[in-house]
């Protein structure tokens, strides 16, 4: 494009359809750019033009002739996967001077050729997904020479669009019309998949499993596969829906019958197939193998590029009905080969399968059975992000290699995640790295949901997918820079990926959904939930005011931003940072004042009605947030699109007994949310009457019976500062006072007058207090009741390394003053830190007890699996003690996973402990990794004092 003259773009008319159409696309994306739409020609080069020439090799007598006589060098290029090629080349042909050509191997390199161009003169892979500008220029021009993108390290890359009621499901009949199969006005049309097969192709991805929650691809709009195909995308089933019909074909036009307990039919059933309508292969074998025909001679008939998924999963994602016998699903596999025999004419080995080792389905694989060497098996992580397993590395290369099949959004246990995006991109590279470097590299999927609101790691597992080498953990910063300058230019691409790392590091500590349950383990190992509680912490180490000022610094943060950026980008940044970050910042808020409340009432305090008032109108601020969503942003575009509950989760009298982890909803249909539990409001009495509450407890004085005693001061520590709470649990004013009966311990304000309550800060001069241990009185006056409260002073001077204090050594684990053998560091993957991932060696940490005796260490790491040995290992020791070793988990079973996985994963961290006894003074602790994939987070030294808190306390002082 120069002096307002657009080169033309010429494709050969024998080329695939879905190069024409991308050469459509080019055009409208410069046009996009510069104002100005080039001629979109076939066969014919102009003379005296400057042209755009796309095309495919063998397939565009355009191409093929420059690369007959020696113009356009496709070495590297000819007979790859999906490999472009984009050149200048000088005098093409006769009359013309100069050309861009962009070159393809095959269909989908010529796509991705022709879709590179696109983003590289600025039009984001995003651009109608979330509404993101194109950078406009006047002007655009090639540099010379030879560029390539290469060819993808990963064969099938591919998404998974799922769990998509009520967003997806919701906006897209309203934006698209209904679904055109009668009966099912929720179905999804080609028009819709085409958005989706634009989106992926931008992004370099080929592969689909369709969405599934009441949708049946096929029957949903005839044309949906023929726009596939016009698109050149592979399409597939998910790991419950084999032979290339998705399951809810059959649920559609099969009535099951229903067998008492001895098996016997007591009301008969039926399918279209003359059978049982039972989705049992022992039972119904016969229907099930017409069913499966029917799929792969449609497939055939249609000329679609499918990869057909193998074997045979129970009927709504769970295990089959017939049991777990290898002899069974040898059987189904054969039969299913047959059939894919008979129905393409051809060898089975020629279509491309995979076997996917989903939940219960990996029972099958290590009990031994095997697929047949052409098939690609597919691993899986276990819903949560964690490999679950990888393949032997003894054993031989199998010809279908392997696959990986990964979560972005999950509905299950232990609770659904399906709002925003929630990933930890340090931690999505970690096990994506780990899959990469074990050979997993035939065929990668992801769980992305509805697709919105999952955009950046999206995107971040196809890049790597398409070139992990390009991608070490060290240019991380930089692929975050890259994402948001080509979505929101350079200007602010630094402000903006600083903005969406805190982001993916906070939210990664806890689900959104998870926000009203507690976890706690007894000492037996019995695991409980409270859906009534925070997990974090109102009293200890300040946790949950932290947590909600670092979520509300994160906003403020992101609105700054948000401010500077012109008019014409509002809405993307609406949809890529701005809402998912102040709504989660709001949430935060709500669930500090919801909790608030609630211990508040316990108490009597009379601020306990303002709590409640402050949760009301948070909520409002979230259906405000998500009204605007659905009505305003981008002109109503998203209407529907947020819908998704995620605050009302574990109310059982609201919506049954899956409430603990779905969804609420009734009847398949969500509910508006709520704020769940609820809160409660108190009648306060005339009169006025003083309480006083502690740093470090939910008690109250004088009604507790115990001594009000202070967090230790220390000179070391570094936990929030020590306060006590003046409150009033009437409504007359009263005044107070505070006095410390040492001149060395200041509480500010010493006096004043409580309307409902105040904040009483107590420091310690260290200056003026004496060595060792001292305890102070201090005596709390008001409404004619004194109240006592302890401080107790440890001013032990000369420390070294970490240092004791309040009872614990916190070290972070990438912070080890010695580290000794194979280990990574990983930045942000802990959920307060880095990480170190270890395979062999050890860490080193040089610690300062002030007392001795038996002591805890409590090693946090991350919620993995063992994927290559039968457990996950860590040992202990202190100076030169013999080594403590700890089994980190036996990992998420086969089929109900298991409540110790539920537990990990949903806090994201595997806290485990060794007992020690040593003495005071200095010490070198050790952590070993004995089994390799250990991503250790945090180490903690319990002397007696460790508090209960979801992330531990604050890393200790270093000396």
């Not at 495919?56 to 006589?69: F, K, R, Y």
């Not at 609101?453 to 971040?460: A, D, I, K, R, V």
């Not at 996950?872 to 109900?896: C, H, K, N, Q």
């Not at 996973?897 to 040593?918: F, K, P, Q, Y």
């Amino acid at each position: 494009m120069a002096r307002r003259r657009a080169a033309p773009i010429v494709v050969s008319s024998t080329d695939h359809a879905g190069v024409h159409r991308v050469a459509g696309d080019l055009a409208t994306d410069i046009e996009r750019v510069t104002g100005q739409r080039p001629e979109l020609l076939r066969d014919t080069v102009p003379r005296g033009a400057t042209p755009v020439i796309v095309g495919t090799l063998g397939l565009s007598p355009l191409i093929d002739a420059l690369v007959a006589d020696g113009t356009l060098d496709v070495t590297g290029i000819a007979g790859s996967w999906e490999t472009s090629l984009q050149q200048v080349v000088r005098d093409p042909l006769p009359g013309v001077r100069q050309a861009l050509v962009i070159a393809g191997s095959d269909q989908r390199g010529t796509i991705f050729g022709a879709y590179d161009v696109s983003r590289r003169i600025g039009v984001s892979p995003w651009h109608w997904w979330d509404d993101v500008p194109a950078r406009r220029s006047a002007e655009l021009h090639v540099l010379p020479g030879r560029h390539t993108q290469g060819t993808p390290a990963v064969k099938y890359r591919g998404l998974f669009i799922n769990d998509e009621n009520p967003a997806l499901g919701t906006w897209a009949p309203r934006h698209f019309g209904p679904g055109k199969a009668p009966g099912h006005p929720g179905g999804l049309t080609s028009d819709f998949y085409a958005r989706v097969f634009e989106t992926m192709l931008r992004l370099k991805a080929n592969y689909l499993w369709p969405a599934v929650w009441g949708r049946a691809f096929a029957e949903d709009d005839p044309a949906n596969q023929a726009r596939a195909t016009e698109y050149g995308v592979i399409m597939g089933t998910s790991h419950e829906a084999p032979m290339a019909r998705g399951i809810e074909e059959w649920n559609r036009h099969a009535v099951p019958a229903v067998r008492d307990a001895d098996g016997t039919v007591v009301t008969p059933g039926h399918d279209p197939y003359g059978g049982t309508g039972e989705w049992s292969y022992r039972r119904n074998a016969e229907a099930i193998r017409a069913y499966w025909r029917d799929g792969l001679e449609r497939m055939v008939d249609e000329g679609s590029e499918s990869v057909v998924t193998i074997g045979m999963r129970g009927n709504g994602d769970v295990s089959l009905p017939d049991g777990d016998g290898i002899d069974l699903m040898r059987e189904i596999i054969d039969n299913e080969r047959r059939i894919i025999a008979e129905t393409t004419g051809r060898d089975p080995a020629d279509t491309p399968q995979v076997w996917t080792l989903y939940k219960e389905v990996q029972r099958y694989w290590d009990k031994g059975l095997r697929a047949p060497d052409d098939v690609t098996v597919v691993f899986t992580d276990d819903n949560w992000g964690n490999l679950r397993r990888l393949p032997d590395p003894t054993l031989a290369p199998r010809a279908g290699g392997y696959g990986l099949y990964y979560h972005f959004d999950y509905v299950g246990g232990g609770r659904n995640y399906k709002w925003v995006d929630t990933v930890n991109l340090a931690n999505t590279w970690e096990q994506l790295s780990t899959a990469y470097e074990a050979g997993v590299d035939r065929l990668w999927v992801v769980n992305v949901g509805d697709l919105k609101n999952e955009e950046l790691p999206t995107q971040f597992f196809l890049d790597y997918a398409w070139d992990p080498d390009a991608w070490p953990v060290s240019r991380l910063p930089e692929w975050e820079r890259r994402y948001a300058a080509e979505n929101f230019g350079p200007a602010h691409a630094g402000e903006i990926a600083e903005v969406l790392n805190t982001y993916g590091r906070l939210q990664s500590r806890r689900k959104p959904e998870l926000l009203n349950r507690r976890i706690t383990t007894a000492a037996d190992g019995t695991i409980t939930y409270d859906d009534q509680q925070t997990p974090f912490s109102l009293e200890h180490y300040g946790e949950m005011a932290r947590v909600t000022d670092e979520w509300r610094d994160l906003a403020a943060r992101a609105e700054r931003v948000r401010r500077r950026l012109p008019d014409s980008h509002q809405d993307a940044y609406h949809q890529l940072v701005g809402y998912a970050v102040a709504a989660t910042a709001n949430l935060y808020a709500l669930r500090q004042a919801e909790f608030t409340n609630l211990r508040y009432v316990e108490q009597g305090r009379a601020a306990a009605n303002d709590q409640a008032d402050l949760t009301d109108r948070l909520f409002a601020v979230d259906q405000s947030m998500s009204h605007y969503y659905n009505t305003a942003l981008a002109g109503g575009k998203w209407n529907g699109f947020q819908t998704q509950p995620k605050i009302g989760y574990g109310d059982v009298e609201r919506y049954g007994p899956n409430a603990p982890w779905q969804q609420p909803e009734r009847d398949n249909v969500a509910l508006p949310d709520e704020v769940f539990p609820a809160v409660r409001r108190i009648e306060v009495p005339p009169g006025s009457e003083m309480g006083v509450a502690i740093d470090g407890s939910a008690r109250w004085w004088p009604q507790a019976s115990s001594a009000a005693v202070l967090p230790e001061f220390s000179r070391y520590q570094t936990q929030p500062g020590q306060y006590l709470e003046v409150f009033n649990r009437g409504s007359d004013p009263f005044a107070y006072r505070v006095e410390a009966t040492r001149p060395w311990v200041v509480a500010t304000p010493a006096r004043g007058v409580v309307d409902k309550q105040v904040r009483v800060e107590v420091r310690v001069d260290w200056r003026r207090a004496p060595d060792g241990v001292s305890r102070v009185p201090l005596r709390v006056h008001g409404a004619g009741r004194v109240v006592e409260v302890l401080a107790v002073v440890d001013n032990t001077p000369g420390r070294r390394g970490f240092v004791e204090a309040n009872g614990y050594v916190s070290m972070d684990a990438a912070h080890a003053d010695r580290v000794v053998g194979d280990w990574t560091r990983i930045p942000g993957i802990g959920r307060d830190s880095d990480g170190m991932r270890g395979n062999s060696g050890r860490l080193e940490f040089e610690v300062d007890l002030t007392s001795g005796g038996p002591v805890t260490v409590w090693v946090h790491v991350s919620p993995r699996n063992a994927v290559l040995t039968d457990g996950l290992r860590y040992a202990v020791s202190f100076d030169s003690a013999p080594a403590r070793t700890v089994e980190v988990i036996r990992g998420a079973d086969d089929t109900t996973m298991n409540r110790e996985w539920e537990r990990n994963t949903s806090d994201n961290v595997n806290r485990t402990a060794t007992g020690h006894v040593v003495g005071p003074g200095r010490h070198v602790l050790t952590v070993w990794a004995v089994d390799p994939g250990v991503v250790v987070q945090k180490v903690v030294v319990d002397t007696g004092g460790l508090e209960v808190s979801y992330l531990g306390p604050p890393e200790s002082a270093r000396r």
